[in-house]
Structure formats: structure tokens, C-alpha cells
């Protein structure tokens, strides 16, 4: 398997300080550098608020202009998830005798939205108790699991009354201070802390007219007007308030907390301008550059775009072509890039609703009849590898199980001390021992598609296609519009499908259309989806499961059941915080699982280019999850002179590919 290593471009320069960009007027204003246009080959779908309506990747790039303070953050140094200090001033936790976990968590005095609001504890409490309101599933949400919150199945399972429907597990204590407690069944929990994860969210702007209290017992939704008997929080309210195409808070969030706030969204373009009462992300920076646009751009005019200076960043750069041509553009002058591993993948989905594909011979056939590698190199060329398992190249697992990161043990102090050294040798022998050799790279191989689906019953018909109990597979599948990988599909798929009797129509869909039938907010008429997605950092594959009826499991968007796939992502959800380990032995198990019943045909990740305009300074994405987080602190302007970077031994245009 191809290792690809991404390495600066090593004649770039080297920044070591900071000139000094902004003026101030006469009035004492501060004065930015104006204007950025950045461009992304996704186009945003306009929810702006949570990822409870989808989570296009471009979407959570606006998400991080525009909401900020969350709780929690994600320390990549360390690899772990800690509390914010920038709005989090001080914490003290609790276990009672049932071995319930509570936080109380007291938040920093100087936390404001966007038109001047404070934002205090009973905000947080709002942001739980909406985020988990069964009426968001009336207006088309998926609302938050949040079963590791005691009184969550109380709550959700009350309707809206005149009684107070009550969160027991959060409590407002103060104006300044709440308190979470996490239920006992759902400790221990390898990402604990990513429990709490909560941004603030405006109750005035998106339940006018309610309020949060609390008695004493948890809290709750109320009207603010007592004298109203009936119910204010509904699914007609949010339908106005969330929903309104023109000024619904999930499309056009009005009052935000994040550094940016939202000028205009047409549904293509976005305009941002800095939030004048945003105090600075986790690193203490602020927003330099005064106004950003956000636009889609398309892959075959894109760099042309950048280097006339339409586009002055380029975010997510992925096919092959265009990374090449971006990189032909560094021997002119003007432009830079960085390059980072993608925290996802692409993949076919099943819809194992459909009797065609529900049969696990006919997913491992489809998996047989495709060449992936092939499909891979066409679309991302050097800049991918073939992926075989519900995992991404730049995730911390993958990199730790694959050699390319040091594992988080530390050695002795004490190298004469020989028990301490021994210890450290066999734990570190553990983790070397991890592997993923164990997926089936499923190569292409027509016979053995042909016996599987023989073995399961299938045969051919009068037409040439398998028929099992008058079910043909005459299949379908959807792929995003605009996408140009369905002609490598053509050759390294549907042609090898042709052969072992299974019929395969593409076609192609707006990505608006796709995600309604992927999210199952529409009826599905497909029997397979060709998508991406990038990971959240709490990797917990156990929310991505429904429980039946009858306490059975299956993966909510493709239909899957298996019991034995959620048991693994249950383990490695399960494994204590710290032990690495055991989370990592859980998380091969679970691909092992995954990439044998296949709820999905994994195809590639790879590695994200970013090109800019060199006048782009600071821009850090490679140490950022998204652009929205690594704009902030970056700024427009020339750089210090400084003598550029010796270049690395062994390296061509920046790019290392090792075999």
C-alpha cells in the first residue's frame, strides 16, 4: 500500500514574525486588510446553523466563521479533547454512588454574541435542550443522540405540555455556571470530554418567546410569558424561525458568536464580515482580513480563476489535474499552496433497504467487479490511495497503525533502569503489532463475483442479467453533478459489472437532490450513492446506528443490520480515555467487520491541496481542521523578507511518494 507523505513545498519562505498590518484611525479604529475571495470545488448547501439538517463539508467551513465557544476543543499537539480556556474558566467534576459523572463547568465573563448579547449558561442549556428536541425531526433535522445525558429518554420521550418537559442532567447553577452529568452506562467513553461539545446558540432569534428554566431538577423549555398556557416551542415556530428560506436561522444566521458574521447568501455565494465582539478563538488570534466571499469553484476553471486573481484561496483541492496545474503556477510567482491528509474518504453506499443489494454476495460482488486502485489514480493521481475500510489518511488511528506516527508512549527517564525498559519494549512492541492487513483489497476478479452470486441463488435470465425470486439486478446509482469520475466508473465498474450479469445506470444529481436521498429525507428509488465525507474528530461510529424495535442495530443511512459491526463500534466507543491501545485494537476490529459486510464500498482518501495568493499570510490549515478555523490570525500583506527554507533531501515539487 502507497504511503503518501504531504511535505511543504520546501522553497517556501519561513515567517518568523509578524509586521504590523492593521492601522488605526484618528478615532482609534482598527483598520483591516479589506477583501478575500476563497473558492471550494463543494458547493455549500446553506445549512449554516448545525449538522443536524447534513454536514457538507463546505457547510462546516461557514459553521466555523460563524459559531464559536464551543466547550470543548480538539488539542492536536496532545491528541486529545479539552476544555476551552478562552470560555471555559473553571471545572469540577463528581461521580455518585451509581457512578454517574457530573461537570459543573463555569464559563468565562466576557463571551458575547454578534449584537452585543452576553452569552451565559442558560445559552448552553438552550443549545442542549434544542439540539435533542424531538420536533426537529417535523421540520426534517436528525436530532442529537444524546443518551450519555441523564434524562435523556425521559425527555425525548415527553411531549411538549403544559408541564414542563425536563432535562435532569443539566442544571444552570448560576448565570455563569451549568452543570452535565453523564450517565454511568456510557462511561467509560474513549473521547469523554467530546461529550459536551456545545457551541451557544440565540434562543431569542430561534424560540422568540421562550426562555430556559430551572427549578431545581434540570431544565426545560417554558414561554417567558407564563400567562400563554399553550406551548410555544413547536414545529410551526421552528418551521418560521429555522426554516424560511429567506431569513430562517439555519440558512441565514443572523446573531452569531463566531468570528465572522453572515452578510448575504444567495445559495451559491456567501458574504462574511468581521464580528466586532468576538474575543478571539483558543490560540487568543482574531480575524485580520475584514471581509470574505465564499463561492463554489469549478474544477475546470478554478486555477485559471486563481492565477487572474478571481479566487484568493483555493480550499480542497483534489483532482489530480488541478493540483498539477496549481503547482505549474508556483514557477511563475504569486501563488502557494498546503497540502494536508484528508480526515475522510469517497464511497458507494448501498441502500440495503433494496432487495437487490441487502444480499451480502451481491455487495462483494459489486466490490470484486471494481477496480479501485485504477479509479483512485484516475481521479486524484498521485495524490490518493485506494481505501478499504471506513477510515481516512489523516486520521490519528490510521497514522499510528500504519507507522507513520510515534506511538504515545513515552520512554524511561532511565534507560539503565532495565524493568522500566523492558515494559516500554513490549508495550511499544503492541503498537507496532497493529495492522490492517487483515481487509480484503477485494481486486478485480470476475470469477469469483461470478461463484458468489451463484452460491447466493442468483442466475441469468433471458435478458443476461441475475435474477433471484423475480429481483433483477438492474441497479442504479447517483453520483453528485459536476463530478467527472463517472468515466473512470464506466470502465473500472459498470463494464465489469456487464459481466457477471448485473446492470449498472448512472446518473448524475445536484448535490442538494443526493443528500436528501442519502439523509432519507426523501423516498429512495436508488439502490447505490456515490459520495464523500470528511470525519468528525470524535469518531464514534455507534451514533450512526438505530435501535430497532426489537433492540436490533442498523446503520441508519444505508439500512444495514448486523449486530456484530455495532458491538465493535460500541467497544471503541467503550475503551477508558487514555488507553490507546485498546481503542486502537477496537478500531481494527471494527474495519475488519466493516470492510468483510461492506454497508458501504469504500473507494479513496487522499491528500487536500489548498493554492493562495502568496500575499496570504499565516494561513495554517494544515494545523487547522477546516479554512474557517485557519482564516482566523491569518492576514493579507508581504511577508518579511527571509531566506528560504533549504530544500528537503529527496523531495520533487514538494511531494513525496513513498512505495
Given at each position: 500500500?502507497?504511503?503518501?507523505?504531504?511535505?511543504?513545498?520546501?522553497?517556501?519562505?519561513?515567517?518568523?514574525?509578524?509586521?504590523?498590518?492593521?492601522?488605526?484611525?484618528?478615532?482609534?479604529?482598527?483598520?483591516?486588510?479589506?477583501?478575500?475571495?476563497?473558492?471550494?470545488?463543494?458547493?455549500?448547501?446553506?445549512?449554516?446553523?448545525?449538522?443536524?439538517?447534513?454536514?457538507?463539508?463546505?457547510?462546516?467551513?461557514?459553521?466555523?466563521?460563524?459559531?464559536?465557544?464551543?466547550?470543548?476543543?480538539?488539542?492536536?499537539?496532545?491528541?486529545?479533547?479539552?476544555?476551552?480556556?478562552?470560555?471555559?474558566?473553571?471545572?469540577?467534576?463528581?461521580?455518585?454512588?451509581?457512578?454517574?459523572?457530573?461537570?459543573?463547568?463555569?464559563?468565562?465573563?466576557?463571551?458575547?454574541?454578534?449584537?452585543?448579547?452576553?452569552?451565559?449558561?442558560?445559552?448552553?442549556?438552550?443549545?442542549?435542550?434544542?439540539?435533542?428536541?424531538?420536533?426537529?425531526?417535523?421540520?426534517?433535522?436528525?436530532?442529537?443522540?444524546?443518551?450519555?445525558?441523564?434524562?435523556?429518554?425521559?425527555?425525548?420521550?415527553?411531549?411538549?405540555?403544559?408541564?414542563?418537559?425536563?432535562?435532569?442532567?443539566?442544571?444552570?447553577?448560576?448565570?455563569?455556571?451549568?452543570?452535565?452529568?453523564?450517565?454511568?452506562?456510557?462511561?467509560?467513553?474513549?473521547?469523554?470530554?467530546?461529550?459536551?461539545?456545545?457551541?451557544?446558540?440565540?434562543?431569542?432569534?430561534?424560540?422568540?418567546?421562550?426562555?430556559?428554566?430551572?427549578?431545581?431538577?434540570?431544565?426545560?423549555?417554558?414561554?417567558?410569558?407564563?400567562?400563554?398556557?399553550?406551548?410555544?416551542?413547536?414545529?410551526?415556530?421552528?418551521?418560521?424561525?429555522?426554516?424560511?428560506?429567506?431569513?430562517?436561522?439555519?440558512?441565514?444566521?443572523?446573531?452569531?458568536?463566531?468570528?465572522?458574521?453572515?452578510?448575504?447568501?444567495?445559495?451559491?455565494?456567501?458574504?462574511?464580515?468581521?464580528?466586532?465582539?468576538?474575543?478571539?478563538?483558543?490560540?487568543?488570534?482574531?480575524?485580520?482580513?475584514?471581509?470574505?466571499?465564499?463561492?463554489?469553484?469549478?474544477?475546470?476553471?478554478?486555477?485559471?480563476?486563481?492565477?487572474?486573481?478571481?479566487?484568493?484561496?483555493?480550499?480542497?483541492?483534489?483532482?489530480?489535474?488541478?493540483?498539477?496545474?496549481?503547482?505549474?503556477?508556483?514557477?511563475?510567482?504569486g501563488i502557494s499552496f498546503s497540502n494536508y491528509p484528508r480526515v475522510g474518504l469517497s464511497y458507494i453506499s448501498f441502500c440495503c433497504e433494496k432487495e437487490t443489494v441487502e444480499s451480502l454476495a451481491v455487495r462483494q460482488a459489486i466490490a470484486y467487479c471494481m477496480d479501485r486502485d485504477q479509479v483512485t489514480a484516475d481521479y486524484t493521481g498521485a495524490f490518493g490511495q485506494r481505501v478499504d475500510g471506513w477510515y481516512g489518511v489523516g486520521q490519528w488511528m490510521y497514522g499510528v497503525v500504519m507507522g507513520n506516527t510515534t506511538p504515545p508512549i513515552a520512554a524511561p527517564e532511565n534507560e539503565n533502569?532495565?524493568?522500566?525498559?523492558?515494559?516500554?519494549?513490549?508495550?511499544?512492541?503492541?503498537?507496532?503489532?497493529?495492522?490492517?492487513?487483515?481487509?480484503?483489497?477485494?481486486?478485480?476478479?470476475?470469477?469469483?463475483?461470478?461463484?458468489?452470486?451463484?452460491?447466493?441463488?442468483?442466475?441469468?435470465?433471458?435478458?443476461?442479467?441475475?435474477?433471484?425470486?423475480?429481483?433483477?439486478?438492474?441497479?442504479?446509482?447517483?453520483?453528485?453533478?459536476?463530478?467527472?469520475?463517472?468515466?473512470?466508473?464506466?470502465?473500472?465498474?459498470?463494464?465489469?459489472?456487464?459481466?457477471?450479469?448485473?446492470?449498472?445506470?448512472?446518473?448524475?444529481?445536484?448535490?442538494?437532490?443526493?443528500?436528501?436521498?442519502?439523509?432519507?429525507?426523501?423516498?429512495?428509488?436508488?439502490?447505490?450513492?456515490?459520495?464523500?465525507?470528511?470525519?468528525?474528530?470524535?469518531?464514534?461510529?455507534?451514533?450512526?446506528?438505530?435501535?430497532?424495535?426489537?433492540?436490533?442495530?442498523?446503520?441508519?443511512?444505508?439500512?444495514?443490520?448486523?449486530?456484530?459491526?455495532?458491538?465493535?463500534?460500541?467497544?471503541?466507543?467503550?475503551?477508558?480515555?487514555?488507553?490507546?491501545?485498546?481503542?486502537?485494537?477496537?478500531?481494527?476490529?471494527?474495519?475488519?467487520?466493516?470492510?468483510?459486510?461492506?454497508?458501504?464500498?469504500?473507494?479513496?482518501?487522499?491528500?487536500?491541496?489548498?493554492?493562495?495568493?502568496?500575499?496570504?499570510?499565516?494561513?495554517?490549515?494544515?494545523?487547522?481542521?477546516?479554512?474557517?478555523?485557519?482564516?482566523?490570525?491569518?492576514?493579507?500583506?508581504?511577508?518579511?523578507?527571509?531566506?528560504?527554507?533549504?530544500?528537503?533531501?529527496?523531495?520533487?515539487?514538494?511531494?513525496?511518494?513513498?512505495?
Open positions: 500500500m502507497k504511503k503518501i507523505c504531504a511535505l511543504m513545498l520546501a522553497a517556501m519562505l519561513v515567517i518568523s514574525c509578524l509586521p504590523v498590518v492593521a492601522e488605526a484611525t484618528e478615532t482609534g479604529e482598527t483598520v483591516f486588510p479589506d477583501h478575500l475571495v476563497v473558492g471550494n470545488p463543494t458547493p455549500m448547501r446553506g445549512e449554516f446553523f448545525t449538522e443536524l439538517w447534513g454536514n457538507a463539508t463546505s457547510d462546516i467551513d461557514v459553521r466555523d466563521l460563524l459559531h464559536a465557544y464551543n466547550l470543548i476543543y480538539w488539542d492536536g499537539e496532545n491528541g486529545m479533547f479539552t476544555f476551552d480556556p478562552t470560555v471555559v474558566s473553571a471545572v469540577e467534576t463528581m461521580v455518585d454512588e451509581a457512578g454517574n459523572k457530573t461537570y459543573s463547568i463555569t464559563l468565562m465573563n466576557d463571551l458575547y454574541y454578534s449584537n452585543g448579547a452576553r452569552i451565559t449558561a442558560w445559552d448552553y442549556a438552550f443549545s442542549y435542550l434544542f439540539t435533542i428536541a424531538p420536533e426537529l425531526a417535523e421540520i426534517g433535522a436528525t436530532p442529537l443522540r444524546r443518551e450519555q445525558f441523564l434524562g435523556y429518554e425521559e425527555y425525548i420521550s415527553r411531549p411538549m405540555s403544559v408541564e414542563p418537559r425536563v432535562l435532569s442532567g443539566v442544571k444552570v447553577l448560576s448565570d455563569l455556571t451549568f452543570s452535565v452529568t453523564l450517565r454511568h452506562e456510557f462511561l467509560p467513553f474513549f473521547y469523554e470530554l467530546g461529550l459536551l461539545l456545545c457551541n451557544p446558540y440565540p434562543i431569542s432569534v430561534i424560540a422568540p418567546g421562550v426562555t430556559v428554566r430551572d427549578d431545581g431538577n434540570g431544565v426545560y423549555l417554558a414561554n417567558e410569558d407564563p400567562s400563554v398556557l399553550e406551548p410555544l416551542f413547536t414545529a410551526d415556530l421552528l418551521e418560521e424561525t429555522v426554516m424560511d428560506n429567506d431569513d430562517g436561522y439555519l440558512s441565514h444566521p443572523s446573531v452569531v458568536s463566531g468570528p465572522y458574521t453572515l452578510l448575504s447568501w444567495d445559495g451559491v455565494t456567501a458574504e462574511f464580515e468581521t464580528n466586532p465582539f468576538f474575543k478571539g478563538n483558543t490560540r487568543g488570534l482574531m480575524p485580520r482580513i475584514r471581509h470574505l466571499t465564499y463561492t463554489l469553484a469549478e474544477n475546470d476553471t478554478m486555477i485559471e480563476k486563481l492565477e487572474a486573481g478571481e479566487f484568493g484561496l483555493l480550499n480542497k483541492v483534489m483532482r489530480a489535474d488541478r493540483i498539477t496545474a496549481g503547482i505549474g503556477l508556483m514557477n511563475e510567482g533502569d532495565a524493568a522500566a525498559m523492558r515494559a516500554y519494549e513490549v508495550e511499544l512492541a503492541s503498537f507496532e503489532n497493529l495492522s490492517l492487513d487483515g481487509l480484503n483489497p477485494y481486486g478485480v476478479n470476475i470469477d469469483r463475483a461470478n461463484a458468489l452470486l451463484n452460491g447466493d441463488g442468483w442466475v441469468l435470465n433471458d435478458d443476461g442479467l441475475r435474477e433471484k425470486d423475480g429481483v433483477v439486478l438492474d441497479l442504479k446509482m447517483i453520483y453528485p453533478e459536476g463530478n467527472n469520475i463517472p468515466a473512470s466508473m464506466q470502465t473500472n465498474l459498470v463494464d465489469n459489472l456487464a459481466q457477471v450479469g448485473i446492470r449498472l445506470t448512472m446518473e448524475a444529481e445536484p448535490m442538494q437532490e443526493l443528500l436528501t436521498e442519502w439523509y432519507k429525507q426523501d423516498d429512495r428509488d436508488v439502490d447505490m450513492i456515490y459520495l464523500a465525507t470528511n470525519f468528525y474528530l470524535v469518531f464514534d461510529p455507534s451514533v450512526h446506528f438505530l435501535t430497532n424495535e426489537d433492540g436490533t442495530h442498523d446503520w441508519s443511512y444505508t439500512n444495514l443490520h448486523d449486530e456484530q459491526l455495532y458491538s465493535e463500534a460500541e467497544a471503541m466507543r467503550m475503551t477508558e480515555p487514555g488507553d490507546v491501545l485498546t481503542y486502537l485494537q477496537h478500531w481494527i476490529s471494527f474495519q475488519e467487520r466493516f470492510n468483510e459486510i461492506l454497508p458501504m464500498l469504500p473507494v479513496y482518501s487522499n491528500i487536500y491541496f489548498d493554492f493562495y495568493t502568496d500575499t496570504l499570510q499565516d494561513y495554517y490549515i494544515a494545523e487547522n481542521i477546516t479554512w474557517g478555523q485557519a482564516i482566523v490570525g491569518a492576514w493579507l500583506g508581504e511577508a518579511p523578507e527571509e531566506e528560504a527554507a533549504p530544500a528537503e533531501a529527496g523531495t520533487e515539487g514538494g511531494i513525496e511518494i513513498i512505495e
